[in-house]
């Protein structure tokens, strides 16, 4: 299994076409052989919850059957002509799932694995449906959560990801390793707090979290590839 987080950012002109894509690219995705699970989904401003939508940034997270199936992807579907010809950067992160629990749409897309001893970079995925009832109390409370992770040791990168807005939240993560993952999970005051609301408030009606092993990187994003040299 091979998971991918593929980020691109259109051209401002071309911003209505990043919009006609998250209806069209349903199609050849649904058709596309080895491909067992597929998101598109609009990014955040600020590498995680945001909401703010930074409508020039959009991304396409993948399970693919095969390395094989990933690269058959890339190099002959209409979505990647598509990103050729309205994007001005493309970058592609190819990961393999160490852990996961939860769900997402009612299905398990990056299976039961449970990786116990791995020792280097580690990539997260935190993903949950809000409920509507709940919104307030979340949008409330993530910021000054959210704000601590870019300056936790050992953080290397994340967007923030969404299939919807305000409601069906994201973020994929970056960090040099795991013990850099459980410091911000908890040793963060206003992190952990945010946890233990998310239990007695039952924000969430359905949430996953799944680690990753990072593979390789292509492209770039903002002018850099941001982890470059670190996996």
Same mark, same amino acid.
């Given at each position: 299994?091979?998971?991918?987080?593929?980020i691109? /950012?259109y /051209?401002k002109?071309?911003i209505?076409f990043?919009?006609?894509?998250?209806?069209?690219?349903?199609?050849?995705?649904?058709?596309?052989?080895?491909?067992?699970?597929?998101k *598109?989904m609009g990014?955040g401003?600020?590498?995680?919850?945001?909401i703010?939508?930074?409508?020039?940034?959009?991304?396409?997270?993948?399970?693919?059957? %095969?390395?094989?199936?990933?690269?058959?992807?890339?190099? $002959?579907?209409s !979505?990647?002509?598509?990103?050729q010809?309205?994007?001005?950067?493309?970058?592609?992160?190819?990961?393999?799932?160490?852990?996961s629990?939860g769900?997402?749409?009612?299905?398990?897309?990056?299976g $039961?694995?449970?990786?116990?001893?791995?020792q280097?970079?580690?990539?997260?995925?935190?993903r =949950?449906s809000?409920r509507?009832? /709940?919104?307030k109390?979340?949008?409330?409370?993530?910021?000054? +959560?959210?704000?601590?992770?870019?300056?936790?040791?050992?953080y290397?990168? %994340?967007?923030? @990801?969404?299939?919807?807005? *305000?409601?069906?939240?994201?973020t994929? %993560?970056?960090?040099e390793n795991?013990? +850099?993952?459980?410091?911000?999970?908890?040793?963060?005051?206003?992190?952990r707090?945010? !946890?233990k609301?998310?239990?007695?408030?039952n924000?969430?009606?359905?949430?996953?979290?799944? /680690?990753?092993?990072? *593979?390789?990187?292509?492209?770039?994003? $903002?002018?850099?590839?941001? *982890? =470059?040299?670190? @996996?």
């Open positions: 299994m091979l998971v991918s987080l593929t691109v /950012r /051209r002109a071309f209505p990043a919009l006609l894509a998250m209806a069209v690219h349903r199609i050849p995705l649904s058709l596309t052989k080895g491909c067992t699970f597929w *598109l990014c401003k600020n590498g995680t919850f945001d703010n939508p930074d409508w020039q940034q959009w991304g396409l997270l993948a399970v693919w059957a %095969s390395k094989g199936s990933f690269e058959r992807f890339i190099a $002959n579907s !979505i990647s002509s598509w990103w010809t309205f994007t001005k950067e493309q970058y592609t992160i190819l990961c393999e799932p160490l852990s629990h769900k997402w749409d009612g299905k398990e897309p990056f $039961n694995v449970k990786v116990k001893e791995y280097g970079p580690v990539a997260v995925l935190t =949950a809000i509507l009832k /709940r919104l109390n979340f949008w409330q409370n993530v910021d000054k +959560a959210a704000a601590n992770m870019t300056s936790t040791p050992g290397l990168l %994340s967007f923030g @990801i969404g299939e919807a807005p *305000l409601h069906l939240q994201a994929f %993560s970056v960090w795991v013990e +850099a993952v459980k410091n911000y999970a908890y040793a963060s005051n206003d992190h707090e945010v !946890i609301k998310t239990r007695e408030e924000w969430y009606s359905e949430e996953l979290f799944a /680690r990753f092993k990072p *593979l390789a990187t292509f492209g770039t994003i $903002n002018g850099i590839d941001p *982890l =470059a040299g670190k @996996i």
